[in-house]
């Protein structure tokens, strides 16, 4: 009897440690604050995985990188990821005097800095591609894989015409039939909604800009307090009010990839950015079908897989 004891116990002890070590195995990411060099913001900055450094650059402006997790959490076994919050952003408290594209671009070139890195590869979605871009035209020297999610066309003549187009396709995607479907099949087509049931209809809604398979709206992050919108105009109002990377890119001597669903606000399939880089050899347009500004949420296998061979570039 005692053996069998001692038997169990060592049986329960291998199960539990076990259990232990798959749930540390799953996740294991370390957390620290960078001071930016006009001391206005302690950057928050997150890190997991192993393998060669990539920095992630979520979007916004105003946005935070959590939403982003879903995207590139799968890499931790190839790659050691950074994802950051940048100036303003909900971990990264700073004054919006303080805010500008300007020092988003100085607190990226000073991450990598802190990083000890030559040349960084970037994955950036959404704003986050203009900020990689605009960073890449004033740090050529610095930058090696440039992965751009839900991008930006790279040509802009009129800002304010091109955000009005862009925030036009977001509507015409929340004008969906599917919109409806869902908040009735939610029971939220009611008059009176209790306050879970207003945050459940706002969810659906805000995932209907962004999502192709609007079904999975649960799995869309983000928004309401992860969104600070005094952070996002701040650093907007100091945007040109036109842009040409195309040069920019043309002559970096590393791959450039972009990935855009086909239903994608910013610029669905690509198309923009595809006409405009027909003739530059080193940057490669994507479409994912059937997928929105967050492809990853809408076609999980394809977009990884694309992810992965975009890295896998630069490891030649």
Avoid at 23 to 41: C, G, M, P, V
Avoid at 43 to 71: Q, R, W
Avoid at 220 to 233: D, K, P
Wanted: hydrophobic share 40%; with cysteine.
């Amino acid at each position: 009897m005692k053996n069998l004891k001692q038997v169990l116990f060592i049986l329960l002890y291998i199960l539990l440690t076990t259990n232990i070590s798959a749930q540390i195995k799953e996740f294991h990411s370390e957390e620290w604050y960078l001071l930016t060099n006009d001391r206005a913001a302690q950057l928050y900055v997150l890190e997991f995985g192993k393998g060669d450094t990539v920095v992630v650059l979520h979007g916004g402006f105003g946005a935070e990188h959590s939403y982003l997790l879903g995207a590139v959490k799968f890499l931790e076994e190839k790659f050691h990821i950074i994802m950051y919050d940048q100036r303003g952003s909900l971990r990264s408290p700073c004054p919006d005097s303080m805010i500008s594209l300007q020092k988003h671009i100085e607190d990226l070139e000073q991450l990598r800095k802190e990083l000890n890195l030559q040349r960084m590869t970037i994955i950036a979605h959404s704003m986050g591609t203009f900020l990689a871009m605009q960073y890449l035209k004033h740090y050529p020297s610095n930058v090696k894989g440039l992965i751009l999610l839900g991008a930006l066309p790279v040509l802009v003549s009129n800002l304010d015409s091109t955000m009005k187009a862009i925030m036009l396709k977001a509507k015409s995607l929340g004008d969906r039939p599917e919109v409806q479907n869902e908040l009735t099949k939610a029971g939220l087509d009611k008059d009176s909604l209790s306050a879970k049931e207003r945050t459940l209809a706002w969810r659906i809604r805000f995932a209907s800009t962004n999502l192709f398979h609007l079904e999975r709206w649960r799995l869309m992050l983000g928004g309401m307090v992860f969104y600070n919108s005094r952070a996002g105009a701040a650093a907007s109002q100091t945007m040109p009010k036109s842009w040409d990377f195309r040069e920019t890119l043309a002559r970096h001597p590393f791959p450039v990839t972009i990935i855009n669903g086909d239903v994608d606000y910013c610029d669905p399939s690509g198309e923009i950015n595809r006409s405009l880089l027909t003739n530059t050899d080193n940057v490669e347009v994507i479409t994912i079908n059937k997928a929105g500004h967050c492809a990853w949420i809408d076609d999980p296998d394809n977009f990884q897989k694309l992810l992965i061979q975009s890295l896998d570039k630069y490891r030649k």
